[in-house]
């Protein structure tokens, strides 16, 4: 079983910007793959970055537009999401997510384990 535990979440203005952490802990050694999905009022929950849990390589859809950034702290254990030029449009809850199925895992159905997410709320 892996734990993760999300924080830094808030109300900021647009323009902003915010760092969301991710601590993982329990079997961190099945992890293969972390996310950040995120999920507007009233919509499905979506991919915004991707990390293996080892290596380099990132993944970013064409909408994160260069404003994301995901990173990862191994020996603490510990996911971020940093997120700059906030728009109002990104207003929603952020989970982080674990794969132990794949380092290259970008689909939901992929991580089996999830944060309690955290709201992130931009105001314009």
């Known amino acids: 079983q892996v734990q993760l535990v999300e924080s830094g979440g808030g109300l900021v203005q647009a323009g902003g910007s915010l760092k969301l952490s991710c601590a993982a802990s329990?079997?961190?050694?099945?992890?293969?793959?972390m996310a950040w999905f995120r999920q507007p009022p009233g919509l499905k929950r979506d991919i915004v970055a991707q990390?293996?849990?080892?290596?380099?390589?990132?993944w970013y859809p064409d909408s994160a537009q260069g404003r994301l950034r995901i990173s990862r702290d191994n020996g603490k254990n510990t996911l971020y999401l940093q997120i700059n030029s906030l728009k109002p449009d990104d207003t929603a809850v952020y989970y982080c997510?674990?794969?132990?199925?794949?380092?290259?895992?970008?689909?939901?159905?992929?991580?089996?384990?999830w944060g309690q997410g955290t709201q992130v709320t931009v105001s314009s």
């Open positions: 997510a674990a794969s132990t199925q794949s380092s290259a895992a970008l689909a939901t159905e992929r991580y089996d384990y």
């Open positions: 329990g079997h961190t050694v099945s992890i293969r793959a």
């Open positions: 990390i293996p849990w080892t290596g380099s390589s990132t």
